[in-house]
């Protein structure tokens, strides 16, 4: 039986879908977080930093700014710290030419957490957050992480998957060279995709329009480099602490996310009906039941 905690997570999770998905992030407290001499980080800074809960660290996809996780934020922002970030180049935070890597933002966040004091956390990554947690990982360890949530995606194999999969990385360029050359039409398409329910005009001009803020030749590199720049598996082998991945039962890489569940010692493995890429926005009931769980084994362990 569900606790009690986990029981109003899903209740206030029922009613952020009574509302427009972003709507419920815009009176969280917000920052512009330096984290080298020319770039600034863009975050929600929401829910009371306490002991005895790790912070929660939520890292979006692809060109998505923080406040896609709004019913995250919602839902487990009144009993702990939560920050979710717009990467470099992404939502609001600076746009640079050069750095639009894993590797770069993986230093980023690092730098971030440090300059807001967080302590103990678990990294949440979705889709490209995916690579910029594996990146983090691989470079600096596990040492504060807690917990780590990996949200429909495989980590890159790098240019590996060219050849493994030639067929999917020509699908892929060819997406980018429409992404190129009508980034508007392409983005509206992308979301429709991406967040199977349906979404109200107004829903859907600010995804979009959210997403154009990162300039669209940065995009481009930007995809190029988490999808086939550096092979990050070995990541996986340094992931000694609770994992939990969470998939579309959709997803074309329903085997590769299973794959990698099995080569963490402690990974549990959960594909979600009825959901696009964006799990946690069509499904936020199912998904935070999820989350929920997970930090509750995580804090009972630590006890």
Known sequence: MASASIRN????ASLCMLMPFMASASNARTADVPVSADVRIHVIDEGPAR??????VLLPGWRFSGSIWSA??????SDRRVISVDPRSQGQSTKTAEG???????QDLHALLARLNVGRFVLVGWSQGV????AYVERYGTANIEGIVLVDSPISSGAARIERAPH???RQFGRLSAYMNAPRDY????????????????ELDQLVDRALATPTATGAAMLVADLFGVDRRPALERMDKPVLIVASARSAELV????????VADAEFHAIEDAGHAVFVDQPQQFNALLGAFLERIERGAR
């Open 9 to 12: 997570l899903v209740r206030l």
């Open 51 to 56: 002991a005895d809960r790790p912070t929660l």
């Open 72 to 77: 995250q934020i919602a839902a487990f922002g």
């Open 100 to 106: 639009n890597t894993p590797e770069q933002r993986a």
């Open 131 to 134: 690579q910029d947690t594996a």
């Open 168 to 170: 999917a990385a020509a």
């Open 187 to 202: 983005t509206e398409g992308m979301m429709r995709a991406v967040v199977v329910r349906p979404l109200s005009s107004a």
């Open 256 to 263: 590769d996310q299973r794959d990698m569940a099995s080569r």
